[in-house]
C-alpha cells in the first residue's frame, strides 16, 4: 500500500517544523547589560517629539474650550479642529527633516559613550571563555595523560 506525497508532504513538514522548534534545555537566554541608562534621562530627539505631542494635546483642548463657550456648535468639531492646527503648528516647527536630524545626532552620542563600555564588556567574556577552555584542555590533558600513565604501568 502506497501513501499518497500529498498525505506525505504536508505531514512530513510539520514534522520538521515541530522537531526544529525544540530547544536544549541547558541553552541559556542572551542576557547582555555592558552599562545602564538612567530612566529619567530623555534623548533631545525623543523629548522633542513628546513636547510637539503636548502641544498637539494642548491646542485639541483649547479648540474644545473655544468651541464650547463661543459657539453652540459641537465641541468636539473644535477639539477636532484644534488638534489639526496642533497637528499643523508642530509639523511647521519641528519638520521630520529636522526630527531625524536631532535622532541621528542622539544616537551618535550615545554610539560615542557605549563604544569603551562594549568593548570591555566583550574582553571580559573573551578572557571568561579563554579561561573555561583553558580549564578544559588542561582537564583533558591530566586524564590521558593518567590513563596513558595507567597503561604503561600495567605494561
Not at 21 to 33: E, L, R, Y
Not at 66 to 78: C, D, E, Q, T, Y
Not at 110 to 119: K, L, N, R, V
Amino acid at each position: 500500500m502506497a501513501i499518497s506525497f500529498t498525505f506525505v508532504s504536508p505531514l512530513t513538514w510539520w514534522m520538521d517544523c515541530k522537531m526544529r522548534k525544540k530547544t536544549p534545555k541547558d541553552v541559556q537566554t542572551f542576557n547582555m547589560v555592558p552599562f545602564s541608562l538612567d530612566k529619567n534621562v530623555d534623548f533631545v530627539g525623543s523629548r522633542t517629539l513628546k513636547n510637539g505631542r503636548s502641544g498637539t494635546i494642548f491646542a485639541g483642548v483649547a479648540g474644545y474650550g473655544i468651541f464650547n463657550a463661543i459657539s453652540r456648535a459641537n465641541p468636539l468639531v473644535g477639539a477636532a479642529a484644534g488638534f489639526i492646527v496642533g497637528n499643523i503648528v508642530d509639523r511647521i516647527v519641528n519638520p521630520t527633516k529636522k526630527i531625524r536630524e536631532l535622532i541621528l545626532t542622539d544616537y551618535k552620542k550615545f554610539i560615542i559613550t557605549a563604544i569603551p563600555e562594549i568593548i570591555t564588556y566583550i574582553l571580559q567574556v573573551h578572557q571568561k571563555l579563554l579561561q573555561n577552555v583553558t580549564n578544559e584542555i588542561i582537564a583533558n590533558y591530566e586524564n590521558s595523560m593518567k590513563k596513558t600513565v595507567l597503561l604503561l604501568v600495567r605494561i
